[in-house]
């Protein structure tokens, strides 16, 4: 297989790149901004158009800023090409449908590079939950403000909470299976720049309330708590799971607590090796009935 990674951003230097090297795979990267050689790849590209038109990739992995993924992810599949994207695909529905529509004519694999419940310990509580149906979801991710020069907090690049972090705030009715919103009470902040850097949202489905708090600015925190009775799950690190540390699962039973280790699990790997079975199988259109779910969902916020 020949990957091009269009970009050559924090993830992809983080958790991409070292992955892909280690399978059997002729990988090319395309990046405007990244000075120096990069080793252990195939070619090294300035060009975004001239890598797609000279390294011939099977798939292209697009790692840029949010504002340009419609157009790049546009252009990998009109060039024949298996097309991820990072989180968020596209900026609203129409563009995600206009992508989907190009996907399934040209019988392509699309799919949004949103991969935290490929992680065991995510895996866990939708085994929980089966058994167990729920009463309450509270969700809560915070970063520290980003400095102002930030992608973060850019207009012209895609920037904002809703952005950022909406993928995840809309995965998760998905994940535990939550349908037709009954009510829904949400406040949006945002800055001079009129970015949203603060949503909190209180949304009841029919068996369960789904709570959250996703901003810029405060004390890092990213967790998911689920309640069912007198049963407290927390999952720390839940969204951006590390591939090198141990996370725990902590279980509250009214005076019990009950604490599971998951060992180091590196979750995009489990993601992009679905990806690789379903290559294979020709199975893509549940990427796309999941992408459409989560950008409804994500609309659904705002309007």
Same mark, same amino acid.
Request: aromatic share 12%.
């Given at each position: 297989m020949k990957i091009l990674i269009i970009g050559y951003s924090n993830i992809v230097r983080k958790r991409i790149f070292k992955l892909f090297l280690k399978k059997n795979i002729k990988l090319f990267i395309a990046s405007k901004s990244f000075r120096g050689d990069i080793i252990g790849i195939e070619k090294q590209y300035k060009s975004y158009n001239y890598a797609i038109k000279n390294s011939k990739p099977?798939?292209?992995?697009?790692?840029?800023?949010?504002?340009?993924?419609?157009?790049?992810a546009k252009k990998s599949l009109n060039n024949n090409c298996h097309t991820i994207v990072d989180k968020p695909i596209t900026s609203n529905l129409n563009e995600l449908k206009s992508l989907i529509k190009i996907a399934k004519k040209k019988k392509k694999l699309l799919s949004e590079s949103t991969f935290f419940n490929y992680h065991s310990q995510v895996k866990k509580l939708i085994k929980i939950y089966k058994k167990n149906k729920l009463n309450n979801i509270f969700a809560k991710f915070i970063i520290p403000m980003p400095e102002k020069k930030s992608i973060l907090l850019s207009r012209n690049l895609g920037g904002g909470v809703l952005m950022d972090m909406g993928p995840y705030i809309s995965a998760i009715p998905r994940i535990f299976n939550l349908k037709k919103i009954i009510t829904k009470n949400i406040v949006i902040k945002k800055n001079n720049k009129k970015i949203i850097t603060f949503?909190? &949202? +209180?949304?009841?489905? =029919?068996?369960?309330?789904?709570?959250? *708090? &996703? +901003?810029?600015?405060? =004390?890092?925190?990213?967790?998911?708590? *689920?309640? +069912?009775?007198?049963?407290?799950?927390t999952v720390q690190r839940v969204f951006s799971p590390p591939d090198n540390e141990v996370l725990l699962l902590k279980t509250k039973n009214k005076n019990k607590t009950k604490i599971l280790k998951f060992k180091k699990e590196d979750c995009f790997k489990n993601y992009f090796e679905e990806i690789q079975k379903n290559l294979k199988n020709k199975k893509f259109d549940f990427y796309c009935k999941r992408m459409i779910a989560d950008c409804e969902f994500r609309s659904n916020l705002t309007l």
């Amino acid at each position: 297989m020949k990957i091009l990674i269009i970009g050559y951003s924090n993830i992809v230097r983080k958790r991409i790149f070292k992955l892909f090297l280690k399978k059997n795979i002729k990988l090319f990267i395309a990046s405007k901004s990244f000075r120096g050689d990069i080793i252990g790849i195939e070619k090294q590209y300035k060009s975004y158009n001239y890598a797609i038109k000279n390294s011939k990739p099977d798939l292209i992995y697009i790692s840029l800023p949010n504002s340009k993924h419609f157009y790049w992810a546009k252009k990998s599949l009109n060039n024949n090409c298996h097309t991820i994207v990072d989180k968020p695909i596209t900026s609203n529905l129409n563009e995600l449908k206009s992508l989907i529509k190009i996907a399934k004519k040209k019988k392509k694999l699309l799919s949004e590079s949103t991969f935290f419940n490929y992680h065991s310990q995510v895996k866990k509580l939708i085994k929980i939950y089966k058994k167990n149906k729920l009463n309450n979801i509270f969700a809560k991710f915070i970063i520290p403000m980003p400095e102002k020069k930030s992608i973060l907090l850019s207009r012209n690049l895609g920037g904002g909470v809703l952005m950022d972090m909406g993928p995840y705030i809309s995965a998760i009715p998905r994940i535990f299976n939550l349908k037709k919103i009954i009510t829904k009470n949400i406040v949006i902040k945002k800055n001079n720049k009129k970015i949203i850097t603060f949503i909190k &949202f +209180k949304i009841k489905f =029919k068996d369960c309330t789904y709570n959250g *708090i &996703f +901003k810029f600015g405060g =004390k890092y925190k990213n967790q998911i708590e *689920i309640n +069912k009775d007198y049963e407290t799950v927390t999952v720390q690190r839940v969204f951006s799971p590390p591939d090198n540390e141990v996370l725990l699962l902590k279980t509250k039973n009214k005076n019990k607590t009950k604490i599971l280790k998951f060992k180091k699990e590196d979750c995009f790997k489990n993601y992009f090796e679905e990806i690789q079975k379903n290559l294979k199988n020709k199975k893509f259109d549940f990427y796309c009935k999941r992408m459409i779910a989560d950008c409804e969902f994500r609309s659904n916020l705002t309007l």
